[in-house]
Protein backbone atom coordinates (compact mmCIF):
# COMPACT_ATOMS: atom_id res chain seq x y z
CA UNK A 1 0.00 0.00 0.00
CA UNK A 2 2.95 2.37 0.88
CA UNK A 3 4.75 1.44 -2.62
CA UNK A 4 1.22 2.20 -4.24
CA UNK A 5 1.68 5.65 -2.62
CA UNK A 6 4.91 6.96 -2.85
CA UNK A 7 4.43 5.54 -6.80
CA UNK A 8 1.04 7.62 -7.17
CA UNK A 9 2.96 11.24 -5.17
CA UNK A 10 5.75 10.77 -8.23
CA UNK A 11 3.62 10.90 -10.72
CA UNK A 12 1.67 13.72 -9.13
CA UNK A 13 5.04 15.68 -8.74
CA UNK A 14 6.65 14.83 -12.49
CA UNK A 15 2.93 15.65 -13.82
CA UNK A 16 3.38 18.96 -11.63
CA UNK A 17 6.76 19.43 -13.01
CA UNK A 18 5.60 19.28 -16.74
CA UNK A 19 2.92 21.82 -16.10
CA UNK A 20 5.11 24.25 -15.15
CA UNK A 21 7.15 23.79 -18.30
CA UNK A 22 4.84 24.15 -20.26
CA UNK A 23 3.07 27.74 -19.18
CA UNK A 24 4.00 30.59 -20.78
CA UNK A 25 6.13 32.99 -18.31
CA UNK A 26 6.52 37.05 -18.74
CA UNK A 27 7.86 38.00 -21.91
CA UNK A 28 10.06 41.08 -21.82
CA UNK A 29 8.27 44.61 -22.44
CA UNK A 30 8.90 45.87 -26.27
CA UNK A 31 9.22 49.17 -26.84
CA UNK A 32 8.13 50.23 -30.38
CA UNK A 33 10.36 53.18 -31.16
CA UNK A 34 8.91 55.85 -33.54
CA UNK A 35 10.98 57.97 -35.85
CA UNK A 36 11.23 61.53 -34.21
CA UNK A 37 9.93 64.53 -36.13
CA UNK A 38 13.08 65.71 -37.14
CA UNK A 39 14.16 62.32 -39.05
CA UNK A 40 11.23 62.52 -40.47
CA UNK A 41 11.60 65.85 -41.87
CA UNK A 42 15.40 64.63 -42.74
CA UNK A 43 13.75 62.11 -45.15
CA UNK A 44 11.24 64.57 -46.85
CA UNK A 45 12.97 64.66 -50.66
CA UNK A 46 12.24 68.66 -50.43
CA UNK A 47 15.22 69.23 -48.18
CA UNK A 48 17.87 67.86 -51.27
CA UNK A 49 15.91 70.77 -53.00
CA UNK A 50 17.65 74.19 -52.64
CA UNK A 51 14.19 75.67 -53.05
CA UNK A 52 12.99 74.56 -49.85
CA UNK A 53 13.98 74.81 -46.07
CA UNK A 54 13.12 72.81 -43.29
CA UNK A 55 11.88 75.35 -40.36
CA UNK A 56 14.53 74.67 -37.30
CA UNK A 57 14.30 75.61 -33.38
CA UNK A 58 14.35 79.29 -32.83
CA UNK A 59 13.48 80.58 -36.62
CA UNK A 60 11.33 83.69 -37.77
CA UNK A 61 10.43 83.89 -41.36
CA UNK A 62 12.03 87.51 -41.25
CA UNK A 63 15.15 85.14 -40.28
CA UNK A 64 14.82 82.69 -42.64
CA UNK A 65 14.05 85.45 -45.48
CA UNK A 66 16.78 87.35 -44.75
CA UNK A 67 19.26 84.27 -45.13
CA UNK A 68 17.83 82.90 -48.57
CA UNK A 69 18.07 87.05 -49.82
CA UNK A 70 14.35 86.93 -50.01
CA UNK A 71 11.36 89.55 -48.80
CA UNK A 72 9.45 87.78 -46.44
CA UNK A 73 6.19 89.07 -48.20
CA UNK A 74 7.43 86.32 -51.14
CA UNK A 75 7.63 83.98 -48.46
CA UNK A 76 4.39 84.23 -46.95
CA UNK A 77 2.69 84.51 -51.04
CA UNK A 78 4.47 81.54 -51.91
CA UNK A 79 4.00 79.22 -48.97
CA UNK A 80 0.11 80.56 -48.14
CA UNK A 81 0.59 81.93 -44.99
CA UNK A 82 -2.43 83.14 -43.27
CA UNK A 83 -0.05 84.19 -40.39
CA UNK A 84 3.55 84.61 -40.69
CA UNK A 85 4.12 83.90 -36.99
CA UNK A 86 2.93 80.72 -37.39
CA UNK A 87 5.42 78.75 -38.68
CA UNK A 88 6.61 75.33 -36.69
CA UNK A 89 10.00 73.21 -36.60
CA UNK A 90 10.24 71.04 -39.61
CA UNK A 91 7.74 72.70 -41.69
CA UNK A 92 9.19 73.05 -45.21
CA UNK A 93 8.97 76.53 -46.31
CA UNK A 94 9.38 77.39 -50.01
CA UNK A 95 12.16 79.78 -50.08
CA UNK A 96 12.73 80.66 -53.69
CA UNK A 97 10.82 81.99 -56.54
CA UNK A 98 8.37 79.01 -57.93
CA UNK A 99 8.00 78.17 -61.17
CA UNK A 100 11.31 80.25 -62.28
CA UNK A 101 9.66 83.22 -61.54
CA UNK A 102 12.29 86.07 -60.71
CA UNK A 103 9.91 87.12 -57.59
CA UNK A 104 10.79 90.58 -55.86
CA UNK A 105 9.31 92.65 -52.96
CA UNK A 106 5.86 93.54 -52.94
CA UNK A 107 4.76 96.97 -52.26
CA UNK A 108 1.64 96.14 -51.15
CA UNK A 109 0.94 96.33 -47.81
CA UNK A 110 1.06 93.13 -46.09
CA UNK A 111 0.78 92.94 -41.65
CA UNK A 112 3.42 91.65 -40.31
CA UNK A 113 2.26 90.56 -36.74
CA UNK A 114 4.31 90.38 -33.82
CA UNK A 115 7.36 88.09 -34.40
CA UNK A 116 7.68 84.41 -31.98
CA UNK A 117 10.14 82.45 -31.77
CA UNK A 118 9.25 78.55 -32.08
CA UNK A 119 11.06 78.25 -28.94
CA UNK A 120 10.91 81.57 -27.17
CA UNK A 121 14.73 82.16 -25.18
CA UNK A 122 15.29 84.18 -22.44
CA UNK A 123 14.54 87.74 -23.02
CA UNK A 124 17.42 90.53 -23.83
CA UNK A 125 17.71 93.65 -22.14
CA UNK A 126 17.89 96.47 -24.78
CA UNK A 127 20.09 99.24 -25.14
CA UNK A 128 18.82 102.65 -24.27
CA UNK A 129 20.04 103.58 -27.91
CA UNK A 130 18.44 100.33 -28.97
CA UNK A 131 15.14 100.35 -30.50
CA UNK A 132 11.93 99.20 -28.40
CA UNK A 133 10.88 96.15 -28.00
CA UNK A 134 12.14 92.33 -26.72
CA UNK A 135 14.70 91.06 -29.10
CA UNK A 136 15.50 87.05 -29.55
CA UNK A 137 17.65 86.13 -32.05
CA UNK A 138 19.96 87.02 -34.98
CA UNK A 139 23.55 86.49 -35.97
CA UNK A 140 22.95 83.20 -37.07
CA UNK A 141 20.36 82.98 -34.53
CA UNK A 142 17.09 84.67 -35.48
CA UNK A 143 14.43 87.17 -35.35
CA UNK A 144 12.96 89.49 -32.37
CA UNK A 145 9.65 90.46 -32.20
CA UNK A 146 8.02 93.32 -33.82
CA UNK A 147 5.79 95.73 -32.70
CA UNK A 148 2.10 94.80 -32.43
CA UNK A 149 0.97 98.01 -34.55
CA UNK A 150 0.60 96.10 -37.56
CA UNK A 151 3.88 97.36 -39.10
CA UNK A 152 7.28 95.77 -40.44
CA UNK A 153 9.02 98.51 -38.63
CA UNK A 154 8.01 101.28 -35.92
CA UNK A 155 11.42 103.39 -36.66
CA UNK A 156 9.72 106.53 -37.69
CA UNK A 157 11.53 108.19 -40.27
CA UNK A 158 13.79 111.58 -38.83
CA UNK A 159 14.46 114.78 -40.05
CA UNK A 160 17.19 115.10 -42.29
CA UNK A 161 20.11 116.34 -40.19
CA UNK A 162 21.25 120.10 -40.58
CA UNK A 163 25.07 119.01 -41.38
CA UNK A 164 25.13 115.67 -42.35
CA UNK A 165 28.80 114.12 -43.42
CA UNK A 166 29.57 113.87 -47.18
CA UNK A 167 29.15 110.44 -48.12
CA UNK A 168 32.54 109.23 -50.27
CA UNK A 169 32.48 110.08 -53.27
CA UNK A 170 30.92 107.83 -55.96
CA UNK A 171 32.68 105.20 -57.60
CA UNK A 172 32.12 102.06 -59.77
CA UNK A 173 33.77 98.87 -58.66
CA UNK A 174 33.84 95.77 -60.46
CA UNK A 175 31.87 93.63 -58.42
CA UNK A 176 32.81 89.41 -58.33
CA UNK A 177 28.76 89.10 -59.65
CA UNK A 178 28.00 86.10 -61.07
CA UNK A 179 24.05 86.81 -61.95
CA UNK A 180 22.78 88.58 -65.00
CA UNK A 181 22.77 92.53 -64.59
CA UNK A 182 24.26 92.07 -60.94
CA UNK A 183 27.87 93.35 -62.77
CA UNK A 184 25.97 96.72 -63.74
CA UNK A 185 25.40 98.11 -60.13
CA UNK A 186 27.51 101.10 -59.22
CA UNK A 187 28.40 101.10 -55.74
CA UNK A 188 29.65 103.52 -53.06
CA UNK A 189 30.55 103.21 -49.36
CA UNK A 190 27.92 103.56 -47.55
CA UNK A 191 29.10 106.08 -45.31
CA UNK A 192 32.54 108.17 -44.25
CA UNK A 193 34.44 106.75 -41.16
CA UNK A 194 37.32 104.11 -39.97
CA UNK A 195 36.92 100.58 -40.69
CA UNK A 196 37.33 99.13 -37.63
CA UNK A 197 36.16 95.42 -38.33
CA UNK A 198 36.66 93.51 -41.66
CA UNK A 199 34.73 90.90 -43.72
CA UNK A 200 35.54 87.63 -41.67
CA UNK A 201 33.47 84.76 -43.16
CA UNK A 202 32.10 83.59 -39.79
CA UNK A 203 32.63 85.63 -37.99
CA UNK A 204 31.96 89.24 -39.23
CA UNK A 205 29.61 88.87 -42.63
CA UNK A 206 30.41 92.23 -43.30
CA UNK A 207 32.48 95.67 -42.35
CA UNK A 208 32.22 97.56 -39.53
CA UNK A 209 32.67 101.64 -39.64
CA UNK A 210 33.15 103.93 -36.93
CA UNK A 211 31.67 107.69 -36.79
CA UNK A 212 29.45 110.14 -35.17
CA UNK A 213 26.08 109.65 -34.04
CA UNK A 214 23.77 111.05 -36.64
CA UNK A 215 26.28 111.12 -39.42
CA UNK A 216 24.44 110.22 -42.43
CA UNK A 217 24.24 106.75 -43.77
CA UNK A 218 23.55 106.13 -47.88
CA UNK A 219 22.38 103.47 -50.15
CA UNK A 220 25.54 101.87 -51.59
CA UNK A 221 23.80 101.19 -55.04
CA UNK A 222 20.32 102.44 -55.91
CA UNK A 223 17.49 99.96 -55.50
CA UNK A 224 14.13 99.14 -53.27
CA UNK A 225 13.68 98.79 -49.07
CA UNK A 226 12.58 95.31 -48.64
CA UNK A 227 13.18 95.80 -45.02
CA UNK A 228 13.68 98.65 -42.26
CA UNK A 229 13.16 98.18 -38.68
CA UNK A 230 14.32 96.55 -35.70
CA UNK A 231 13.49 92.83 -35.67
CA UNK A 232 16.97 90.97 -35.74
CA UNK A 233 19.26 91.07 -33.01
CA UNK A 234 22.31 92.08 -33.43
CA UNK A 235 21.42 94.58 -35.62
CA UNK A 236 19.54 97.35 -34.16
CA UNK A 237 18.06 99.68 -36.22
CA UNK A 238 18.50 97.94 -39.67
CA UNK A 239 17.88 98.79 -43.30
CA UNK A 240 17.97 96.54 -46.35
CA UNK A 241 17.99 97.29 -50.00
CA UNK A 242 17.31 94.83 -52.80
CA UNK A 243 19.69 95.56 -55.92
CA UNK A 244 18.63 92.93 -57.88
CA UNK A 245 17.18 89.13 -57.88
CA UNK A 246 20.66 88.03 -56.21
CA UNK A 247 22.04 91.24 -54.32
CA UNK A 248 21.00 93.34 -51.80
CA UNK A 249 22.60 95.11 -49.01
CA UNK A 250 22.04 95.97 -45.20
CA UNK A 251 22.57 98.48 -43.08
CA UNK A 252 23.04 98.05 -39.41
CA UNK A 253 22.98 99.69 -35.07
CA UNK A 254 21.43 102.99 -37.32
CA UNK A 255 20.18 105.69 -34.35
CA UNK A 256 17.04 106.34 -36.56
CA UNK A 257 15.41 104.90 -40.21
CA UNK A 258 14.62 107.70 -43.22
CA UNK A 259 13.39 105.17 -45.09
CA UNK A 260 10.18 102.96 -45.52
CA UNK A 261 9.84 99.38 -46.86
CA UNK A 262 8.97 99.41 -50.39
CA UNK A 263 10.50 102.40 -51.14
CA UNK A 264 12.97 103.27 -54.62
CA UNK A 265 15.93 104.67 -53.22
CA UNK A 266 19.16 106.48 -55.36
CA UNK A 267 22.99 105.15 -55.00
CA UNK A 268 23.85 107.99 -52.18
CA UNK A 269 20.68 108.68 -51.02
CA UNK A 270 20.32 109.20 -47.64
CA UNK A 271 18.57 106.22 -45.55
CA UNK A 272 19.25 105.92 -41.78
CA UNK A 273 21.43 108.19 -39.52
CA UNK A 274 24.33 106.09 -37.58
CA UNK A 275 24.36 104.60 -33.87
CA UNK A 276 24.52 102.28 -31.85
CA UNK A 277 21.30 100.91 -31.91
CA UNK A 278 22.45 96.95 -30.15
CA UNK A 279 25.98 98.06 -30.87
CA UNK A 280 28.64 98.51 -27.97
CA UNK A 281 29.19 102.30 -29.58
CA UNK A 282 28.40 104.20 -32.52
CA UNK A 283 29.19 102.30 -35.56
CA UNK A 284 27.76 101.58 -38.94
CA UNK A 285 27.77 97.21 -39.54
CA UNK A 286 27.41 97.04 -43.55
CA UNK A 287 27.17 94.10 -45.21
CA UNK A 288 26.52 92.37 -48.42
CA UNK A 289 24.32 89.48 -49.36
CA UNK A 290 24.48 87.63 -53.09
CA UNK A 291 21.91 85.02 -53.25
CA UNK A 292 21.37 85.20 -49.64
CA UNK A 293 25.05 84.67 -48.57
CA UNK A 294 27.31 87.22 -47.06
CA UNK A 295 30.26 88.51 -49.32
CA UNK A 296 32.92 90.35 -48.57
CA UNK A 297 31.92 94.25 -49.51
CA UNK A 298 35.44 94.93 -50.29
CA UNK A 299 34.75 92.84 -53.71
CA UNK A 300 32.47 95.65 -54.27
CA UNK A 301 33.27 98.67 -53.28
CA UNK A 302 35.49 100.66 -54.45
CA UNK A 303 39.14 101.75 -53.24
CA UNK A 304 39.29 104.74 -51.09
Known sequence: MIKKNNVLLCSLALAALLSGCGTTGVQAPVVERHPSGSSAAASDPRDRDPAYYTVKRGDTLLRIALEHGQNYRDLVTWNDLSNPNDIKVDQVLRVLPPNGDTGGAQTSAIVMPPVTEIKPAAPVVPKKTGPRGEKRAYSDATLAELRADGGASDTKPAPAPAAAVAAAPAAAAAPAASAPGDEKISWMWPSEGKVIGTFDEGKNKGVDIAGK??????????????????GIRGYGNLVIVKHSNSLLSAYAHNRSILVKEGQNVNKGQAIAEMGDSDADRVKLHFEIR?????????KFLPNR
Open 213 to 230: AGQQVVAAGAGKVMYAGS
Open 290 to 298: QQGKPVDPS
